[in-house]
């Protein structure tokens, strides 16, 4: 049905009770309506941190949407955006909430639907349908929408809607069910107008109302930066990746590689499974936190569970002392975090220096190894001559020793080696993933393709912050969408050793990295980092749910390209 997009009717209250209603918008710029159950989830969240809007932070938390609907298990709102997040594929979609009259069509859970084209009923947006049941109980049998920006009629007697200027015809149908959620309407502070629920005026500094209807006519999705091409290059040929050139670094270049962050703590609560007993495990991050400049808004503390037991508390940090000069975010996200070793030093330490070059080319500048390297011009290393030639020690690769030292300061320094050609890891590989909290549940729901055991849910949480010097861009924020994100194991095990390694991996900032996302093309941004999770239970349409026979034995290979193996688990 072609509908072109409606401003949407301002609602503003002095009752201090209302109905709300979220909604989302599709490509089309079409409304469309949560289901009351939903809605009623949404809005205990949103109430929740709005509390926390109000008084102690700042609304920027999302809300996964699974916990109401497994269906929707791939959906998070992302409130600091007002935005609806695709965890699988990246599509954003702007998202809504409107108050209406406890007495309206949403107040009776009243709605009114079309007929698609492929057979299925589709809801009219929540002001459509409230016009509808109004226009009806006051005997007007046929209904025109053009005062919501609609150019169609809806005749109740036949129950047909028609296009006033093509006069194609659909049917229309009204349905009764659950009531939309009663909530309660505050003003935020500062607020000396009639009390508003809509995002413009919640988002504001505290300085009162927007005026004017027109505040409510538009929804805006968020622009996202040009991407912008990066430093250096991987050639993928199958399952592997060659080293390609890259633009010549000098040995202080920040690192090109992607790394992750989000938004504030989470939030929310973990899936409410009935009676099923949940069992919980917090594991923090240890790595410097940056954040950006502004109020601090990060939480140490997560929320209680709703059939569970409450989450042990994070880390807050020590406070400066009064008297003492506090540096800016920026400066301390610049500081780094622990001295490294010295980059010719890691070469030296992996690697045998060769008296006779082979007669093959160097894969990392193109170039025989029998000439120069290709980054003599650009690298100042009076250890490691133009010419000299080393092969690693485990693997027995041959490259240029000033390559190995360039391709070493073009990422992340933090005192490994891995070898371009085979993959091989010299030293332990830690990344860049900032600081976060990963939190651990179990609950007694098979997974499919697992019936014989129950499930185990990691949440991983990570606030957004200002980019270290060991991001793409130091200096500058990083935003994080979709936080937090659920992932599933079966609870066997196989499963149970995964997550393990995954424990692994989250304390050496494997999880996740900062960079460009694939899907959506954002740059500066939280981005998975080369080890697979599974974000649906249900399904497995889009590749990222179950049944998936071999996905155990995926991420463990996964893992160990990153070098978290079962030998990490051996006790020390």
């Not at 202080?252 to 992607?258: F, I, L």
């Not at 060769?354 to 190894?369: N, S, V, W």
């Not at 490691?384 to 360039?406: D, E, I, N, Q, Y």
């Not at 073009?410 to 939190?439: A, V, W």
Request: charged share 15%; net charge neutral; aromatic share 8%.
């Amino acid at each position: 049905m072609a509908m072109a997009p409606s401003p949407s009717l301002a609602q503003a209250y002095t009752s201090p009770m209302a109905v709300a209603v979220w909604e989302w918008q599709d490509g089309l710029g079409i409304w469309h309506p949560y289901s009351a159950a939903v809605c009623s989830y949404i809005e205990q969240q949103f109430v929740q941190q709005k509390g926390q809007r109000f008084g102690l932070g700042s609304l920027a938390h999302s809300i996964p949407l699974g916990q109401a609907d497994p269906s929707l298990a791939p959906y998070i709102i992302d409130l600091p955006s007002w935005t609806q997040f695709r965890q699988d594929t990246g599509t954003m979609r702007a998202v809504r909430r409107h108050l209406f009259p406890q007495h309206s069509a949403p107040g009776q859970g009243i709605v009114w639907e079309w007929l698609s084209d492929d057979g299925s009923w589709m809801a009219y947006e929540a002001s459509v349908c409230d016009h509808l049941e109004q226009q009806v109980a006051r005997g007007n049998q046929l209904v025109d929408l053009a005062p919501l920006g609609y150019n169609y009629t809806v005749n109740y007697a036949t129950h047909v809607q028609t296009n006033k200027t093509s006069l194609f015809c659909r049917s229309v149908r009204r349905q009764a069910g659950p009531p939309y959620p009663v909530t309660t309407v505050i003003a935020p502070p500062g607020h000396t107008g009639v009390a508003c629920s809509c995002h413009q005026c919640l988002s504001g500094g505290g300085t009162g109302p927007v005026s004017g209807r027109y505040r409510h006519s538009m929804t805006s999705l968020p622009a996202y930066p040009v991407p912008q091409p990066p430093n250096r290059t991987t050639i993928v040929f199958g399952a592997h990746q060659a080293f390609a050139p890259y633009n010549k670094p000098s040995l202080s270049g920040a690192r090109s590689a992607p790394r992750l962050n989000t938004t504030n703590p989470w939030g929310g609560a973990p899936p409410s499974l009935g009676s099923q007993p949940l069992y919980c495990f917090s594991l923090p991050h240890l790595g410097p936190q940056h954040q950006p400049p502004g109020p601090s808004t990060a939480s140490g503390t997560s929320a209680s569970l709703p059939s569970g037991p409450m989450s042990s508390a994070g880390s807050v940090p020590t406070t400066v002392a009064v008297h003492m000069p506090k540096p800016s975010r920026v400066q301390q996200a610049l500081a780094g975090g622990t001295s490294k070793p010295e980059p010719e030093q890691v070469i030296r330490n992996y690697t045998e220096e060769l008296k006779t070059a082979p007669d093959e080319d160097c894969i990392i500048c193109m170039e025989k190894l029998s000439m120069v390297s290709g980054y003599s011009d650009v690298t100042d290393c009076k250890t490691l001559g133009p010419v000299a030639v080393g092969c690693l020690t485990k693997c027995r690769h041959s490259f240029h020793l000033l390559c190995l030292l360039a391709m070493y300061c073009n990422g992340n320094k933090d005192g490994s080696l891995q070898c371009p050609s085979c993959k091989t890891i010299y030293g332990e590989k830690t990344g860049t993933q900032p600081r976060g909290k990963m939190e651990v549940f179990r609950f007694q729901v098979a997974l499919p393709g697992h019936e014989d055991c129950g499930t185990i849910l990691i949440v991983y949480n990570i606030p957004h912050g200002i980019q270290g010097p060991e991001h793409p861009n130091p200096g500058k924020p990083f935003t994080a969408r979709g936080f937090p994100r659920q992932c599933y194991l079966p609870d066997n095990a196989q499963g149970r050793k995964v997550l393990e390694l995954l424990k692994v991996a989250w304390k050496r900032r494997l999880i996740f990295t900062v960079g460009t996302s694939s899907t959506t093309g954002e740059t500066d941004t939280v981005v998975w980092n080369e080890i697979h999770h599974k974000t649906e239970m249900d399904r497995n349409v889009t590749g990222h749910g179950y049944p998936d026979p071999n996905y155990l034995q995926n991420v463990l290979a996964e893992l160990a390209a990153q070098g978290v193996t079962e030998d990490c688990l051996q006790p020390q």
